[in-house]
């Protein structure tokens, strides 16, 4: 393959035969986070083509949840994703509700609402750091993920854990936020009150962040619509698309809520990286406000309408029917598609939908044009969770002429004993 | 957006290849309200499925979020869950369009061309389930490694089984030195 026509930046174009390089990055790489394989098609420095190939973080959960009952796929939906790890049972609980029928105290609907908020702000503030270290400002890193902890303290206090807080269960939360609890959250949110000007200064008024930024990774308003993109990668295009303000689900329904693009931020949106920063870090503050109404208007009342477990799974189990879920969690839209038959325990059916799986074809358009030296910020902008889009990683190996597959501790052993070959 | 107004533009589009209609009543208790909202489910013709997605193109902007399956034996049902409304508030509905696809004939027409954010839901479902994309401009696994012919969410008995003593291997080598 060869480019016919090259611009040397010298005031007039150039003709010669450049030769296009094929660049295989990943699934390992240290500017990926989680495996993933790009293969890019490189002239000079240029990116013209790349190929996607996900699947190496694939565990097979949805299988393993068709085998499982409907209470234990609640908890290994937690397992989904280790960030925000509450936006797969909260979108799961959904689907359920809406297949069984099964109703949902609004003081449950609130404590939702809370923790599915308090993720978010963690999240955003994750990715900010990330996308500051993929830059090569760690000062930044460090800053971001030292004010993050401030809300994982919250989350721990919260709910038990940093991490997995099996807070939802079907008709209901696990755990009630009292008001001697609420002034914890009250105080984290004065703090972040505080700060978060100083982060919105230190990434949006930055000369260096903006030159690494702008006009970098860039995905149009039309390119994102056709795409199907979801979340801050589709609003940083100008797309007002958000699951809290488009489609009344938890508390949102009391809420006039809307989706954040970088016109909040008096700029027109372009859809790069910039644009994805300045969508992040509004809505950390829009969470801080959705929280503060949350704590204000908590309604008293039960946190279950099934409080009893056998009595929930005796309920589950008679259930007939099929639901969507659907939750507006960090990174966009997750949805889960249930079915249930009456007498089995198991979803006869279950749909994970993560918001990586519908950005990995907006990552095309955002490659294409740009440099090498750009990529791990674009393959970081979009906030890519790979373990909740892949979900039994298996290797492709010849086995006496007959394709067969290995998995994850044959090739293990295979690894050791080679080890132990060349090693003598 | 209205539940009449997407029907209508389905019926008018789809005639008698539009199987079945109903809409699902969602119950939501906010903080001080309880309210019900729509969701749209219709059946149509394999054939129409174009159509179908046409007529909400025509009149909508929607959003495919994503292709979900359902063995059911003789038939693989296949719902096309579209999102039509958004950028409204409230305004959203879910608009899920199922078809049935017999697996003596297990062909489906793609709609990439219409809405190319499907491909990578037609590569999972063609991975997962085996069902052909006539059309579609990529039929490689995506999630599953190349070459992998197994079929994991298919309920028929050979698939099952061949999907088990995957799982069953891994499970044996994950388990053996515990």
């Known amino acids: 393959m060869h480019n016919e026509r090259i611009n040397l930046d010298l005031g007039e174009e150039r003709t010669c035969g450049l030769t296009s390089y094929s660049i295989p990055i990943g699934p ?60 797969h049972p909260l979108t799961l609980v959904q689907a359920v509700e809406a297949a069984a029928a099964i109703e949902v105290p609004p003081r449950a609907q609130t404590i939702r609402t809370i923790i599915g908020e308090v993720e978010r702000i963690h999240s955003h503030l994750l990715w900010a750091g990330v996308g500051a270290h993929e830059l090569g400002f760690d000062t930044l890193l460090h800053l971001t993920w030292n004010v993050r902890e401030k809300v994982m303290d919250l989350l721990e206090q919260l709910t038990g854990n940093r991490v997995d807080y099996a807070i939802p269960i079907y008709g209901g939360v696990r755990r009630d936020i009292p008001q001697e609890k609420a002034h914890l959250a ?62 009344p689900y938890f508390s949102y329904a009391d809420m006039d809520l809307h989706a954040i693009t ?61 639901g969507i879920g659907r939750h507006e969690a960090p990174r966009g839209e997750v949805f889960h598609y249930v079915r249930l038959e009456a007498g089995v325990e198991e979803p006869v059916v279950w749909k994970v939908k993560a918001p990586t799986y519908s950005n990995l074809m907006p990552w095309v358009p955002k490659f294409l044009g740009d440099e090498i030296a750009d990529i791990p910020i674009i393959a970081a902008s979009i906030d890519p969770c790979m373990c909740c889009m892949d979900r039994v990683h298996l290797v492709d190996s010849g086995d006496h002429g007959r394709r067969a597959i290995l998995q994850k501790a044959e090739l293990i052993k295979l690894s050791r004993e080679k080890t132990r070959r060349v090693c003598g | 957006m209205k539940t009449d107004q997407v029907l209508e533009a389905l019926q008018t589009a789809l005639g008698e290849s539009l199987l079945d209609a109903h809409v699902v009543e969602r119950i939501v208790a906010g903080g001080d309200d309880r309210t019900t909202y729509p969701d749209l489910w219709v059946k149509v013709d394999r054939s129409a499925l174009r159509d179908a997605t046409a007529a909400l193109l025509a009149a909508f902007v929607p959003h495919l979020t994503v292709i979900s399956g359902d063995d059911l034996g003789e038939t693989l049902l296949l719902n ?43 590569r ?55």
């Open chain 1, 28 to 87: 390992t790489h240290p500017a990926l986070k989680e495996p993933i394989r790009f293969s890019f098609d490189i002239e000079g420095e240029r990116i013209v083509g790349v190929d996607i190939q996900p699947g190496f973080a694939h565990r097979g959960i949805e299988y393993m949840g068709m085998r499982r009952n409907l209470i234990q796929t609640l908890y290994l939906s937690e397992r989904i994703c280790g960030i925000c790890s509450i936006s």
């Open chain 1, 262 to 322: 970088p016109e909040d931020f008096g700029t027109d949106a372009i859809g790069d990286v910039y644009d994805n920063i300045i969508v992040r870090l509004l809505e950390v503050a829009q969470s801080i406000k959705i929280i503060e109404h949350c704590l204000e208007t908590m309604p008293s009342g039960e946190l279950q309408s099934i409080p009893k477990v056998p009595a929930l799974l005796a309920a589950l189990k008679k259930a007939e029917g099929e």
């Open chain 2, 80 to 122: 096309y869950h579209f999102t039509v409304g958004w950028g409204t508030h409230f305004g959203e509905l879910c608009v899920t369009v199922q078809i049935g696809v017999p697996k003596s004939d297990f062909r489906v027409p793609t709609i990439t061309d219409l809405v190319p954010g499907a491909l990578t839901s037609e």
């Open chain 1, 186 to 247: 009250y105080e984290a949110l004065e703090y972040y009150n505080g700060i978060l000007q100083q982060l919105i200064d230190a990434f949006l008024h930055d000369k260096s962040v903006e030159m690494r930024t702008r006009n970098i990774g860039v995905m149009t308003y039309d390119q994102a619509i056709a795409l199907c993109a979801v979340g801050p990668t589709a609003r940083a295009s100008g797309v007002k698309k958000d699951v809290r303000q488009d489609w």
């Open chain 2, 124 to 178: 999972e479902k063609h991975e997962f389930y085996g069902v052909v994309f006539d059309g579609i401009p990529d039929d490689r696994n995506l999630f599953l490694p190349e070459g992998m012919t197994i079929h994991p969410w298919r309920r028929d008995e050979e698939s099952q089984r061949e999907t088990d003593t995957m799982v069953e291997r891994l499970v044996k080598w994950e388990t053996k030195d515990a």
